[in-house]
Structures are given as C-alpha cells and as structure tokens.
C-alpha cells in the first residue's frame, strides 16, 4: 500500500505561471515532510519542508501547504521558469522509528514551456 | 550544501556478476548513509540504512546476502549486488546524513545498473 501518493505523473505549465504539486499521505501520524527535485539521471536535491504543527511554509518562489485533516499537501511555484522543469518527490518521516528514514511519492513530472 | 558522490555512475555487467557500488560523502563525516533503489517511473524505495561500523539494517522485503552493505568510515558506505540478475537493473542512489535535522540529508547523483 503506498503510503505517499502523488496522482498526477506530469504537469505542463506555461512560464511565468503558477505550478501546483500534490501530494496525498494515508497516515496522519506523519509528522514531517518534504519536497525533492530531481532531475534526470542524479541524485534528488532538497527543496522545501514542513513541520506538521505548520500549514504553509514559504521559501522564495517555492511555497508548501499542508492540510492535516485532509492529509494532503502541495507545492506551489510562482511565477515557474523553465529551468523549474523537473521530477518533484514529496517525501515524509514515518512515524515509526527511525527519523532521518524518507518515505517518496512517485513523483511529478514537471515541464514548464518558455 | 554537502557533497555525495557515487561511482561509478553507470555499469553494464552480465548475469550472474557481483558489482559494487560506492557512496562517498566528500566534505563531510555521514554517521548514517541510506540506499535507495528506483524503479522507471516509481518512487525512490529505501534499501537499507547503513551506519559506520554497524550492521546495516535492511527494509522489508530487501535480500541481505544479495545486496551486501559496508559502511567502513564515515565516509564511505558501499553497496555490493552479489550474483546480479536483470531484474536487479536499477537506478541506485546513496544519501548520507549531516546532521539530525531532515533537510540534511544529501544525495548522491545515482548509479545506473544494467544486469544483461
């Protein structure tokens, strides 16, 4: 059972518009999470994170939502750039042991069109 | 941020070879590595944890003997595939932890296995 999910495998947005990731968690015991970028062939780079006693954290162009009682977050970028194109993992702790342990979603495809 | 290395980036072998895989964290000592594996349109999947000078401790449903962990320093963990098979071909990628704080943890640029 897939305990990060992320339903959409692409999106396509136009630059200077806004991009909107999602990400669904089935266990509301999970007490942190993250998103990574990845690109093709390398290793995924930390992005942004979010503590569950938040619901939006921002860092530049890049801001998190998190709706506990829905069990669902999402990552906006605003205004997208090209370069912004990429593979975007949500990722959480699980709640039992080990902290640093990262479960992934899927991922998205991100493409954003000049 | 830190720095992680993995070599090689990419190797072809046949079946039934062993090959190792290395994660290295170049500007920092990483008490604990993880490895992951990632399937073509999957999710990345947590291997195993590997903490210097310890056993590494293995996910659900991971081989032990078939993907042997070292960690011999703090800044070295090395992934071995023993007896390699098609289905092993993967993308296999280290991350290696700075500090306790989860936004520390960095990841290395991947290895591209083909098992022909």
């Known amino acids: 059972d897939q305990q990060v999910k992320q339903n959409s495998p692409s999106l396509s947005v136009q630059e200077g518009r806004i991009s909107i990731l999602n990400c669904d968690y089935t266990n509301s015991m999970f007490d942190y999470f993250l998103w990574y970028k990845k690109y093709p062939a390398e290793g995924p780079t930390f992005l942004i994170s979010?503590?569950?006693?938040?619901d939006k954290n921002e860092d530049g162009r890049f801001t998190v939502f998190l709706n506990k009682s829905a069990k669902h977050l999402s990552l906006h970028i605003v205004p997208s750039q090209p370069g912004d194109s990429a593979v975007y993992f949500c990722?959480?702790?699980?709640?039992?042991?080990?902290?640093?342990?990262?479960?992934f979603g899927k991922g998205t495809k991100l493409t954003v069109n000049p | 941020g830190a720095v992680v290395s993995q070599h090689p980036s990419w190797v072809i072998c046949k079946s039934g070879t062993s090959v190792k895989i290395e994660c290295r964290s170049l500007d920092f000592q990483a008490t604990t590595m993880f490895w992951y594996r990632q399937f073509p349109k999957q999710s990345l999947m947590l291997m195993a944890t590997s903490n210097e000078g310890s056993k590494a401790t293995y996910e659900q449903g991971v081989e032990k003997d078939k993907f042997l962990i070292n960690h011999a320093s703090l800044t070295l963990s090395t992934l071995t595939v023993t007896s390699a098979h098609p289905e092993d071909s993967s993308f296999y990628i280290c991350s290696a932890i700075s500090g306790s704080w989860y936004n520390e943890q960095f990841f290395g640029p991947g290895t591209r296995l083909t098992v022909l």
């Open positions: 979010i503590s569950s006693i938040k």
């Open positions: 990722a959480v702790t699980p709640p039992q042991g080990g902290s640093e342990k990262l479960v």
